[in-house]
């Protein structure tokens, strides 16, 4: 992005603003928004032209009231101490004469992009409706790359692209982390559904030295190895994905694949259920109970595993954090990697990952290399698949030398 002369231009920014909002409407984190701080300070000390593009929520097309950026534009004024005109329009005149007018150093945001059906369905009428607002495309949303829409790929086709600050930082690590890794190499799965992870899996077995793996996307390949999983959460589709993994692992090419040792078990996923740890090597979870995190023995495995690591990439709890006897587990690995501190590359991503480490402390968070916000953008890239909005950055445009220059300063 610091190839592009952006002075006096109207640069189209795409940021990831799909924050939570709590039941009365307001927002209740804004790190979203606080992210997207640096490129866009970035742009405005150059004097661009600043026009924000995101979502909000899952419209499906339509306007819905509660979802419109309103909010979104007063809370970024807030944190970046100066105004953030919203609009009521993504696209047509009045969005076109609002871009027209505004001036160097200035920022507007539109409106939802969701609002519009040709957003999701990447319409190319509508991408060409976007791109006449501007003159050079900014996509600073790495948390949505993954996905080909209209504001990600059919815009940074029409004019010159570009990589954000924070979409770099985040292909940048996510590149170290998979393309070049110090080794060992170790990544942590976990999570409940296997079926969204098992492509990463596959593709991480074939780059890592070792793959742990946890949570309930757990309970299928250990039922899938002939464990008995009581009335644990598996995935049955997914069973003979599972068997394929468990085959890919017996094969001894690829990474070790390290299952759970023991498992925390109950009756009930409730604080007050009484907790039994069930040793999986010498008996199986009796039928009325589930796994509901790693046991003590694994905690033990998966941290001396950790300890000879050089790259760590955790994506996925171990257990059911939300609940504090089945949190143990999660916090201990979350602890165990941070303790790594600059030995190693350390990354952990997903929203529900990010939550986990929050509930292990503020000097667990800081013990990483790097926290991204991209889950389903992670995996992809975990996957080795392209990600077409991304890949144009370097055909449209200087995107390719925004990441390469941020991988060289690291």
Same mark, same amino acid.
Request: aromatic share 4%; proline share 4%.
């Given at each position: ?11 189209? &920014? ?48 339509? &306007? ?59 319409? *190319?009428?509508?991408?060409? @409706? ?5 003159? !050079? ?6 948390? &949505? ?18 990589? #954000?600050?924070? $979409? ?22 976990? #999570?409940?559904? !296997? ?10 077995? #074939? ?5 742990? +793996?946890? @949570? ?5 390949? $250990?039922?899938?190895? =002939?464990?008995? &999983? =009581?009335?644990? $959460? ?28 023991? $498992? ?7 604080a007050d259920a009484e907790v039994k740890t069930i040793n999986l090597e ?5 039928? #009325? ?19 000879k690591a050089k790259t760590v990439i955790w994506n996925g709890p171990v @257990?059911?954090?939300? !609940?504090?006897p089945f949190a143990r587990g999660s916090i201990a690995i979350a602890k ?6 600059? *030995? ?14 929050? *509930? ?21 890239? +975990? ?14 445009? *200087? ?12």
């Amino acid at each position: 992005m610091d190839k592009a002369d952006v002075k006096g231009k109207r640069i189209l &920014v795409r940021v990831d603003y799909n924050v939570p909002l709590n039941k009365g409407g307001s927002i209740s984190n804004d790190e979203r928004i606080r992210e997207s701080l640096e490129t866009i300070r970035y742009l405005v000390k150059k004097k661009g032209r600043v026009i924000l593009i995101s979502h909000l929520g899952r419209p499906d097309g339509r &306007v819905v009231e509660e979802l419109r950026l309103d909010r979104v534009a007063e809370r970024l004024s807030r944190l970046i101490h100066m105004p953030a005109r919203k609009i009521d329009t993504s696209i047509g005149r009045e969005a076109e004469e609002a871009a027209a007018s505004l001036k160097p150093g200035s920022i507007m945001m539109l409106e939802n992009i969701r609002f519009y059906p040709g957003e999701e369905e990447n319409d *190319k009428a509508f991408s060409s @409706g976007l791109a006449r607002l501007g003159d !050079i495309y900014v996509n600073d949303a790495f948390s &949505v790359s993954h996905r080909s829409h209209a504001s990600t790929l059919g815009v940074a086709r029409l004019l010159p692209g570009y990589a #954000g600050l924070q $979409l770099a930082r985040e292909v940048g690590f996510l590149s170290r982390a998979v393309e070049n890794p110090k080794r060992p190499l170790m990544v942590i799965m976990g #999570g409940s559904k !296997i079926s969204d992870k098992i492509k990463a899996i596959e593709h991480m077995m #074939g780059i890592a030295d070792y793959v742990l +793996l946890g @949570g309930a996307l757990a309970n299928t390949v $250990l039922k899938a190895a =002939g464990k008995g &999983v =009581g009335k644990s $959460l598996v995935e049955e589709s997914a069973i003979d994905c599972a068997k394929g993994i468990l085959e890919k692992a017996s094969r001894g090419s690829c990474a070790r694949l390290v299952l759970p040792l023991d $498992l925390s078990a109950a009756t009930r996923a409730e604080a007050d259920a009484e907790v039994k740890t069930i040793n999986l090597e010498t008996s199986s979870i009796p039928k #009325g109970m589930m796994s509901l995190d790693i046991g003590p023995e694994t905690v033990k495995l998966f941290s001396s595993i950790i300890k000879k690591a050089k790259t760590v990439i955790w994506n996925g709890p171990v @257990g059911m954090f939300e !609940i504090d006897p089945f949190a143990r587990g999660s916090i201990a690995i979350a602890k165990a990697i941070a303790s790594l501190k600059v *030995k190693a590359l350390t990354i952990a991503g997903g929203g529900e990952t990010i939550a986990a480490l929050a *509930k292990a402390g503020k000097k667990a968070e800081k013990g990483f290399t790097h926290i991204s916000t991209g889950g389903g953008a992670m995996l992809t890239f +975990l996957e080795g698949a392209e990600m077409p909005p991304i890949s144009i950055l370097s055909l449209t445009g *200087k995107g390719e030398h925004d990441v390469d220059n941020h991988q060289r300063q690291e």
